[in-house]
């Protein structure tokens, strides 16, 4: 339960999959400048990095290395041996502090003056490459494919808004997506891991209508599917192990795509209105659906390959911030006023509990250990 001096604070403002790992999750915390790793099994911190400058936000290079959002700059830390490595040059915009993994070398970010994209070596903190779409055109959003090959940004300028894909690693635009009189809302988009589609909920300008679903073939530049429901979409989410799509509508209903055949799979009720985030599992077999607003405080859990839900977890304070675990297996949440995880392990009727994986992590002489990477 929340101690009372801490009832009402987001301590833990972010959670986050290390890259093959499915013991352990990365917390940060933004007001106790804590950067934290987490075994699930036992529910205990066996890193804790102190002193960070408000990180906000966490890309996982490998790992140990993290990319480290802090204010406004990008710091890279080895958490197993809770030390700084480097300091990325320049700072990101106030208010899309973009970047991603592009490999274990570099990171791809959006410029402070959202007019380039920047290709950031991770290893000197220098900028190695940086490339400009035109005159005049600033970037909204930034999606990198897990492989690092693609990259895909919405542009807020030209009008409707399109859609922007280079190939990283030849520094290349190769698409500039658009529909006559659409735009792109690239809050609600997505890259598949592979970096073979994009998806984005699109809507005809000055249209009252709902808007509706888009996939592109990134390599084509081609529309691959358009889904038209009934309702507006508030989150969609895309998986290309699952071979699937997965978007909420404003009502709550969850609806599952075949990214390959293009029907409809299922339809998912128990939401009681829309809700903004939905997380799918590496296996693309299961989903988590929440709200970060609060709204509804329900978290569920989804069988995308049965349509079920799985379970569902009503928290009686504000959430904070939420994972699924690499295998599926459970729901990590932060709770407002709790400085640790919550994690939430799912029993099933017929198999029982689902174990989750567990392991050391990194050097097992420094569990438990407190580091201060900042110190001079």
């Not at 080895?78 to 106030?94: A, R």
């Not at 799985?310 to 504000?318: G, K, W, Y």
Request: overall charge negative; glycine content about 6%; hydrophobic content about 40%.
């Amino acid at each position: 339960m929340p101690s009372d001096d801490k009832v009402g604070q987001a301590l833990v403002t972010g959670i986050f999959k290390l890259k093959t790992d499915p013991a352990h999750v990365v917390t940060v915390s933004t007001s106790q400048k804590k950067v934290q790793v987490w075994n699930l099994t036992s529910g205990k911190a066996v890193r804790t990095l102190i002193n960070i400058p408000q990180p906000r936000n966490v890309r996982m290079v490998d790992d140990y290395r993290a990319v480290v959002l802090c204010n406004r700059e990008l710091k890279v830390f080895d958490l197993n041996q809770g030390t700084l490595l480097s300091e990325l040059k320049g700072v990101l915009n106030v208010e899309r502090p973009y970047f991603e993994i592009m490999d274990e070398n570099y990171a791809v970010t959006l410029s402070r003056n959202r007019m380039y994209v920047n290709i950031m070596e991770l290893e000197t903190g220098s900028q190695e490459s940086t490339f400009k779409v035109g005159e005049d055109r600033f970037l909204d959003s930034l999606f990198v494919s897990a492989d690092g090959q693609m990259c895909v940004c919405g542009d807020e300028v030209q009008k409707p808004f399109p859609l922007l894909v280079w190939d990283l690693p030849n520094k290349k635009l190769i698409h500039d997506m658009r529909i006559p009189n659409h735009e792109f809302l690239t809050s609600m988009a997505a890259i598949s891991h592979d970096g073979q589609y994009v998806v984005s909920v699109c809507k005809e300008v000055d249209d009252p209508a709902p808007n509706f679903l888009t996939i592109y073939d990134l390599q084509s530049g081609q529309m691959y599917k358009k889904w038209t429901p009934e309702v507006s979409t508030c989150a969609v989410a895309i998986s290309s192990a699952g071979h699937c799509v997965v978007n909420c509508l404003e009502t709550g209903t969850l609806m599952v795509w075949d990214l390959v055949a293009g029907g409809l799979r299922h339809e998912l009720s128990g939401h009681r209105q829309g809700v903004d985030r939905i997380l799918i599992s590496d296996s693309g077999t299961r989903c988590v659906s929440y709200s970060t607003n609060n709204i509804d405080q329900t978290v569920k859990l989804w069988d995308l390959t049965k349509g079920a839900c799985l379970a569902s977890f009503t928290s009686d304070v504000p959430l904070t911030s939420c994972e699924l675990s690499m295998d599926g297996n459970a729901v990590i949440l932060g709770l407002e006023g709790r400085e640790d995880i919550l994690v939430l392990q799912l029993c099933l009727k017929e198999g029982g509990l689902q174990m989750i994986t567990d392991g050391s992590y990194g050097d097992d002489s420094l569990k438990d250990k407190e580091f201060d990477p900042m110190a001079k």
